[in-house]
C-alpha cells in the first residue's frame, strides 16, 4: 500500500484526490464489509448488493468532484459505504405511506378521500387473506355475478331496480354513456358542463365515451323548451349533471330533473344523472348543507344515477351506477365493464360500507367521513386544545402555537361554498417561514399535512378524530 501521508500532500483544494480513487474497495470488498452489519444483512441479498453498488458510486463521484474524504485506507472508504448504504436502506421507505390530515378537508381526494369503517377494513382484509365467491354462485355451484355483492343492498338503499359498480364516478359516467350513446347525441345544459380536479372535464369524458355532446341553454339559464328544441332522431340521452363544485347565482334558471325526466319520457329518451358526491342520507340533520339523495333522484324520474363510492357515501372507490334494470344489463355487456370492473376488495368495503347505512340506526357513528362532517365546534375546540399541548411539547422552544377558529371543507368538490366551521392549531416561529413550517411537518414521522392561510401554518382538526394522532416524531433540522 502507498503511503497515504505523502498522496495527501500532493493534492491541491478542490481537485480529486487520485489516491482515494485508486483505494476505494470493490463492491465485493465492501458486501466483505458489510457482514458485520446487522442492518444490512437483514436485507435481501439483492438490494444489499445494489444499494452497496449504489453507495458506493456516489463515494466515487463524490471523491471524483474534488470533496473532501476523512477516510484514508481502503478500510476506511468501505467503513464508509457500508454506513452509506445503511442510512439509504433506512431511508426507503414506502412511496404510500399514513399521513395526518391536518388540512381542514374531510374528503381530500389527494389524501385517498373518505377514511373507512372498521367493518370495511375488517371485510378487505378478509377479502384478501383468502378466496372468496366473488363471481360463484354458492346456492347452484355455478358463475355468479360480482354486482351481486352489492345490488340488493343498492338497490334497497335508493329504491333502484337495479345497480352495477365499477372503479370510479368517472367510470360510471364513461361506460353509462358508451352503452346508451355511442355515435349518438346526449343533450347537456350548458350550465353543467363540468371540470372538476384531477382532469375530469365532461365535454372530454363524453367524446372518449363516443357520445356526441349536444349543449342546450346558456351558462346561465337553460328552459325546458331548450331540451325540446334539441331532441332529434340522434338524441339518445338527457344528462344532468350535479354541479358538485361550483355555483351559479343571480338571475338563472335550471331544468329541474323530474321536469327533464318528463321530457325524457314523452320522447322515449334516457335521463341520467351524474349526482356525484352520492349522499345517501341527508346530511342536514348535521348542520352540513342539504345534498340531493340518490334515492329522490330515483324518486323524481332519473332512469340512470351515477355516483362516486369515496365521497359523502363514505366508502371506497368505486363508481356506482342504479336505476332501471334493462339499462343496468345493457351497462353490465357492455366489453368496457370488464376493463372497469372493482376487484374483491372495493366490492368487500362498499358491501360493509353499505350494510352500515341498511343496519344502523346512525349510520355517521361508524362511518368516520360522516362522523368528522358532523363534529361540533365544541369538541373540535377540545381536541385542538390536546394538539397543541401535544405539539408544543414535540417542537420546542421558539415555536408559538395557538389555537384559533378556522373553516374546514366537505372536500372533493361536494359543497364548496359550505364552509364548515373548524378549529385549528396556528404554528409561527421568529425566524421560520410558514413554508419552512410545513416542510418540517412533512418530513415528521408519520407526515403531518397542514395548510398555509394568512401567512401562517395551520393544522386544522377537523379531520383528525384524537389528538393523539399529532404525536408524531419531528426531526429537528
Ligand atoms: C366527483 C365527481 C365526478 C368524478 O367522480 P370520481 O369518483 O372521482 O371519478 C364526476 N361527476 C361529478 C358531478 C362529481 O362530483
Do not use: W
Not at 489516491?19 to 465485493?28: M, Q
Not at 414506502?94 to 373518505?114: D, E, I, K, Q, S
Not at 366508502?315 to 339499462?327: C, E, H, S, T
Amino acid at each position: 500500500m502507498e503511503p497515504v501521508e505523502k498522496d495527501r500532500k500532493r493534492k491541491p483544494p478542490g481537485t480529486p484526490d487520485a489516491a482515494a480513487l485508486r483505494r476505494l474497495p470493490s463492491v465485493d470488498e465492501c458486501l466483505r464489509a458489510a457482514q458485520d452489519d446487522g442492518a444490512l444483512m437483514a436485507a435481501g441479498r439483492a438490494p444489499r448488493a445494489e444499494t452497496i453498488r449504489r453507495a458506493l458510486a456516489e463515494l466515487r463521484a463524490r471523491i471524483a468532484a474534488g470533496g473532501e474524504i476523512a477516510a484514508r485506507t481502503r478500510e476506511e472508504l468501505a467503513a464508509v459505504v457500508i454506513a452509506d448504504a445503511r442510512a439509504a436502506l433506512a431511508a426507503d421507505q414506502p412511496r404510500m405511506r399514513a399521513v395526518v390530515n391536518g388540512t381542514g378537508v374531510v374528503l381530500h381526494t389527494n389524501l385517498g378521500r373518505a377514511p373507512l369503517a372498521e367493518s370495511a377494513i375488517e371485510a378487505i382484509a378478509s377479502a384478501a387473506r383468502a378466496p372468496v365467491n366473488l363471481e360463484y354462485d354458492l346456492a347452484s355451484g355455478g358463475r355468479g355475478e360480482r354486482d351481486a355483492i352489492v345490488e340488493n343492498e343498492l338497490c334497497a338503499l335508493t329504491g333502484a331496480a337495479a345497480a352495477t359498480v365499477v372503479n370510479n364516478n368517472a367510470a360510471a359516467l364513461l361506460i353509462a354513456l358508451n352503452t346508451l350513446a355511442n355515435g349518438r347525441e346526449a343533450i347537456v345544459s350548458r350550465g353543467e358542463l363540468i371540470e372538476i380536479g384531477g382532469s375530469f372535464r365532461l365535454p372530454e369524458l363524453m367524446a372518449l365515451s363516443g357520445a356526441r355532446l349536444r349543449e342546450v341553454g346558456t351558462t346561465n339559464r337553460t328552459h325546458p323548451e331548450d331540451y325540446v328544441r334539441a331532441i332529434g332522431a340522434e338524441t339518445a340521452i338527457l344528462l344532468k349533471v350535479h354541479p358538485s363544485n361550483y355555483r351559479i347565482v343571480g338571475f338563472t334558471a335550471a331544468v329541474g330533473l323530474a321536469e327533464m325526466a318528463a321530457i325524457a319520457r314523452t320522447h322515449q329518451l334516457v335521463a341520467m344523472e351524474d349526482l356525484g358526491a352520492g349522499a345517501l342520507i341527508d346530511l342536514s340533520a348535521y348542520g352540513l348543507p342539504r345534498e340531493p339523495l340518490v334515492g329522490e333522484r330515483i324518486a323524481a324520474g332519473a332512469d340512470l344515477v351515477t355516483f362516486s363510492g369515496d365521497k359523502l357515501l363514505g366508502g371506497p372507490q368505486a363508481g356506482i351506477i342504479v336505476g332501471r334494470r334493462d339499462l343496468i344489463e345493457r351497462i353490465r355487456r357492455n366489453p368496457l365493464k370488464r376493463a372497469l370492473r372493482c376487484d374483491k376488495l372495493t366490492l368487500a368495503a362498499l358491501a360493509a360500507t353499505l350494510s352500515i347505512y341498511r343496519r344502523d340506526d346512525d349510520p355517521a357513528e361508524r362511518l368516520p367521513a360522516l362522523r368528522m362532517l358532523r363534529r361540533k365546534a365544541a369538541e373540535l375546540e377540545r381536541i385542538a386544545r390536546a394538539a397543541r399541548e401535544i405539539l408544543t411539547a414535540r417542537l420546542g422552544a421558539g415555536f408559538t402555537l395557538e389555537v384559533i377558529e378556522s373553516t374546514g371543507e366537505i372536500g372533493s368538490g361536494a359543497q364548496p361554498a359550505a364552509q364548515l366551521e373548524s378549529r385549528a392549531v396556528r404554528i409561527t416561529h421568529p425566524e421560520r417561514s410558514p413554508d419552512a413550517i410545513a416542510a418540517l411537518f412533512r418530513r415528521a414521522r408519520p407526515p403531518v399535512i397542514g395548510r398555509i392561510r394568512d401567512g401562517a401554518f395551520l393544522i386544522d382538526v377537523r379531520a383528525i378524530e384524537d389528538a393523539a394522532a399529532l404525536a408524531v416524531a419531528i426531526e429537528p433540522d
